[in-house]
């Protein structure tokens, strides 16, 4: 069974930065992508970026490009978001597409970041 | 950037009613479209990819149909777990430029 299992909360002060990892079980990251995903109190969904697992390849939303920089070893893929401010204070899920798609079938189960002086 | 525009903010509606949620996007995104369900405190849960594939074990009520820009998520008959928020989301360009609606919140009548 496939899972991806994410780092625990973190509290962080604004201009820090914040690293998260997502480690797989059930798959091996140098075969498939890794996305992404955050989500603020209450709010909508937003993509971040996105990082083949097999080359190194990244993209990044224009909202986060600068400030975002994913990483991944055959296990856990990482993304470390720099330059912190309150509203970056979100829930960070890493999640993998469907086949070679980016409709996300697996996530993780979520890593709440709160940015707070 | 793709902008997906979901109608209907929130809608209450009844167990065992159909509902159509609905889904537009700024451009052609083929059928590149994925539907979500997420619950309070959950990871969303993919419902609905390729605009009208089924996910693993997502039951027949759950339903898609569209492409191009104009999509809609069917439930036949809402059951009491199916109370939740409902996103969708375009994966069309490359590379990756990943965009969501706002989504649509199904409350109890």
């Known amino acids: 069974q496939v899972q991806l299992v994410q780092s625990a909360a973190e509290v962080k002060r604004p201009g820090a930065s914040v690293k998260v990892s997502c480690k797989a079980s059930?798959?091996?990251?140098?075969?498939?992508?890794i996305s992404w995903v955050r989500q603020a109190p209450g709010q909508g969904l937003e993509w971040m970026g996105w990082?083949?697992?097999?080359?190194?390849n990244t993209q990044s939303s224009q909202k986060v490009q600068g400030r975002l920089t994913l990483t991944t070893d055959p296990s856990t893929a990482y993304m470390e978001l720099r330059s912190l401010g309150s509203d970056d204070t979100a829930v960070y899920y890493c999640?993998?597409?469907?086949?070679?798609?980016?409709?996300?079938?697996?996530w993780g189960q979520g890593t709440m970041v709160i940015v707070s002086s | 950037e793709i902008v997906m525009t979901q109608s209907g903010g929130t809608l209450s509606v009844s167990p065992g009613e159909r509902v159509t949620l609905s889904c537009r996007a700024s451009?052609?995104?083929?059928?590149?479209l994925a539907w979500y369900q997420q619950k309070p405190g959950q990871a969303p849960s993919l419902l609905i990819y390729?605009?009208?594939t089924r996910a693993t074990g997502i039951p027949a009520r759950f339903s898609g149909s569209g492409s191009g820009t104009e999509f809609t998520l069917t439930i036949s008959s809402l059951q009491s777990e199916d109370f939740a928020v409902y996103y969708c989301?375009?994966?069309?360009?490359?590379?990756?430029?990943?965009?969501f609606g706002q989504g649509t919140r199904l409350d109890i009548k």
């Open positions: 390729g605009a009208s």
């Open positions: 451009q052609n995104i083929a059928g590149n």
């Open positions: 990082i083949n697992g097999n080359n190194g």
């Open positions: 059930g798959l091996t990251l140098s075969t498939t992508g």
């Open positions: 999640a993998k597409g469907v086949g070679s798609t980016d409709a996300f079938e697996i």
């Open positions: 989301q375009q994966y069309s360009l490359w590379p990756p430029s990943i965009t």
